[in-house]
């Protein structure tokens, strides 16, 4: 069974600060990991993939992976109120051949 | 690149009326589109999943013969919501897979349906 798991938040941060979004998956064999950004009312956006352990840093925004803790992350820095929306964080396995998604981690940015 | 449309963007009906809505991948051919959900404040609801040319794959408890797919080719997909009632207003949104690239899903806009 495929999860995907993501606190529903909402996670309030300042503007300015370093927003932090987590995910947990539990198909140990996950290969793309994935993290959109949906506006409220809007669709979903792809912002961010990360394929292999580690970093990978796009502007203001690093995906976290680490397999072997079958964890997932996104971090914000320099948040800006722009960036309020709902954080999808999405898991894909070739054995099940899906792209499984969590719920969603809402975030909000205060001025 | 890797633009995905939908049409209409927003439709009100009537009960008991059907109505399509029109998926499109502009510039990729996607072997897989998926329709999706979403009800307010909700999480996303995959509700099928389509490959060209064969039959959609249904989500457990989503009625096939209420929603009607068609994925008549690599750059359209079709859903039509047939005898509608309110309870089917929802915020509907598709995504497509490029060829080669299972693991990507890129969203169209979204069409929001209000059944009256």
């Known amino acids: 069974q495929k999860e995907v798991e993501q606190n529903s938040g909402p996670l309030s941060v300042p503007e300015g600060a370093i927003a932090s979004l987590n995910c947990t998956y539990s198909?140990?064999?996950?290969?793309?990991f994935f993290w959109y950004r949906q506006y409220s009312g809007k669709s979903p956006e792809l912002i961010m993939s990360?394929?292999?352990?580690g970093d990978k840093e796009d502007g203001r925004f690093t995906a976290q992976l680490n397999k072997a803790s079958q964890y997932v992350s996104l971090l914000i820095r320099d948040s800006q109120p722009s960036d309020s929306a709902t954080y999808l964080c999405?898991?894909?396995?070739?054995?099940?051949?899906?792209?499984?998604f969590g719920k969603g981690t809402m975030l909000l940015v205060s001025p | 690149g890797a633009v995905v449309s939908q049409h209409p963007s927003w439709v009100i009906c009537k009960s008991g009326t059907s109505v399509k809505i029109e998926c499109r991948s502009l510039?990729?051919?996607?072997?897989?589109m998926f329709w999706y959900r979403q009800f307010p404040k909700q999480s996303l609801m995959l509700m099928a999943t389509?490959?060209?040319?064969?039959?959609?794959?249904?989500e457990q408890g989503v009625e096939k013969d209420k929603f009607l797919i068609n994925h008549a080719s690599l750059t359209l997909s079709t859903l039509t919501v047939t005898s509608a009632h309110p309870e089917d207003s929802s915020f509907y949104i598709c995504?497509?897979?490029?060829?080669?690239?299972?693991?990507?899903?890129?969203f169209g806009p979204g069409t929001r349906l209000t059944v009256t």
């Open positions: 999405a898991v894909y396995s070739s054995g099940y051949s899906t792209l499984t």
């Open positions: 389509s490959n060209e040319g064969s039959k959609a794959t249904y």
């Open positions: 995504s497509a897979s490029p060829r080669g690239e299972p693991d990507e899903q890129y």
């Open positions: 510039d990729f051919q996607a072997t897989t």
């Open positions: 990360i394929y292999s352990n």
């Open positions: 198909d140990r064999g996950s290969q793309s």
